[in-house]
């Protein structure tokens, strides 16, 4: 069946240290999100990144459709940057987006 | 400023006392949905609409209804609360099949 895997599922950083967050997805897309839910349970859009490469300050993200997988950069991390990251695809002929189990993230000063 | 708003926030309810949750957004846009969040099984869509009057089930409709009667406006409604419907509740839009998902900021709900 489809399916949207996220590694790690866990992570520790300390502020200041870069992480790379994947999310792999067992069929073709039509549109893939990356998602910060805060410790409040807001859920933040992050990117809209079908495929290709994106910025936003200290987060990029790439998508290779292709290959089935994106992957969320985190540089300098921040300890609001603190949450779980969710992967979220809609898969072509479906119409919820479906979640990945997210990563939570903790950065420690 | 463009948002999806969801209303009440904070709900501590009753078993059997119907609830309704409203959404509205001011975008304009054609798919709104309601998602359900539980630790250790994610976010899982209850209902989703296409447009006004076309509603369809997601993966766990069970215990819920909706109505789409305006475009803005997607409420989700418990006719009777059961405490496995104590959770974190989403309500999302998107202007088309494959744009942006925007988020509500949720309702905690907590079914005694």
């Known amino acids: 069946g489809i399916q949207v895997e996220q590694s790690p599922p866990d992570l520790i950083l300390q502020e200041g240290a870069n992480s790379t967050l994947r999310c792999n997805f067992s069929d073709s897309v039509n549109n893939l999100q990356w998602f910060h839910q805060n410790p409040w349970g807001q859920l933040i859009n992050l990117f809209y990144i079908p495929s290709g490469t994106k910025q936003n300050g200290r987060l990029s993200a790439t998508t290779v459709a292709t290959e089935r997988y994106s992957l969320l950069y985190i540089s300098s991390s921040q300890t609001t940057d603190s949450g779980v990251y969710f992967c979220?695809?809609?898969?072509?002929?479906?119409?919820?987006?479906?979640f990945g189990k997210g990563t939570r993230l903790s950065v420690i000063a | 400023e463009a948002q999806v708003t969801q209303n009440p926030r904070y709900l501590i309810t009753v078993t059997g006392k119907k609830l309704t949750v409203t959404c509205s957004q001011n975008?304009?846009?054609?798919?709104m949905s309601w998602y359900r969040q539980d630790p250790g099984l994610g976010l899982r869509q209850i209902y989703y609409?296409?447009?006004?009057?076309?509603?369809d089930k997601g993966d766990v409709p069970e215990g819920y209804k909706v109505s789409r009667k305006e475009k803005r406006n997607f409420p989700l409604i418990l006719e009777s609360p059961s405490p496995n419907q104590t959770s974190l509740y989403f309500c999302?839009?998107?202007?088309?099949?494959?744009?942006?998902?925007?988020f509500g900021p949720g309702t905690r709900l907590l079914v005694l």
């Open positions: 979220a695809v809609l898969f072509s002929g479906n119409t919820p987006l479906v």
């Open positions: 999302a839009s998107r202007k088309g099949y494959q744009e942006t998902q925007y």
């Open positions: 609409s296409m447009n006004v009057e076309v509603t």
């Open positions: 975008m304009n846009h054609e798919y």
